[in-house]
């Protein structure tokens, strides 16, 4: 069955650096997508960032790009959320997602497979 773990969220102040990671298990993630998503108090969960795990193509939200880098290590089946200039904004609870091939990176609807979030917390 199909795991997503999230870890390396955590409090920073504005400004500030954070790598969340992703550790896939379950399958083999090949013909898969991996996003990130995230969620803030009362809002819907949005796209943040993906990953085409076979050839490494990337995909950004406007409000990220320039600042958030998404990256995956095959050796370790991870995934990567490198986020930079930190700003208060950014706080949500930030989502792992894995889907099937290529298509419709910033729909969550074509993530069939979710982690359990992990928290982030920008202060300004």
């Known amino acids: 069955q199909v795991q997503l773990v999230e870890s390396g969220g955590g409090l920073v102040q504005a400004g500030g650096s954070l790598r969340l990671s992703c550790a896939a298990s379950g399958r083999t993630f090949s013909s898969y997508k991996m996003g990130w998503f995230r969620q803030a108090p009362g809002k819907e969960r949005e796209f943040v960032a993906a990953?085409?795990?076979?050839?490494?193509?990337?995909y950004y939200a406007d409000s990220v790009k320039g600042r958030f880098t998404i990256s995956r290590d095959n050796a370790k089946n991870t995934v990567y959320l490198q986020m930079v200039s930190l700003k208060p904004e950014d706080t949500a609870v930030y989502y792992c997602?894995?889907?099937?091939?290529?298509?419709?990176?910033?729909?969550?609807?074509?993530?069939?497979?979710w982690g359990q979030g992990t928290q982030v917390t920008v202060s300004s």
């Open positions: 990953i085409i795990w076979s050839g490494g193509s990337t």
């Open positions: 997602a894995a889907g099937r091939g290529p298509q419709n990176v910033r729909m969550k609807d074509d993530y069939g497979y």
